[in-house]
């Protein structure tokens, strides 16, 4: 399980098998204004980064956020 996987299955309290690169806000319930900010923090403390409120913002899924991560010179897959 990659660590994004894994921050995500923990942040947003569902098993790992449901962190697919479709999750959203809008098909996961607990993915609330709080758990963004949640998950945005935990990312960035877990891979030494940060984003702008913009990329944030632009996030729209899972498979947004890995592409964010990996446009910071990330590995995704560890």
């Known amino acids: ?38 998950l945005v923090t935990e990312i960035e403390k877990a891979f030494g980064i940060s984003f702008t409120y913009d990329e944030v913002m632009a996030v729209g899924d899972f498979a947004d956020v890995i592409k964010l991560v990996r446009s910071k010179g990330e590995d995704t897959d560890s």
């Open 1 to 38: 399980m990659s660590r994004l996987t894994h921050i995500f299955s923990s942040v947003l309290g569902i098993d790992e098998s449901k962190v697919t690169p479709g999750l959203s806000p809008q098909n996961t319930s607990s993915w609330d204004s709080l758990n963004a900010i949640i």
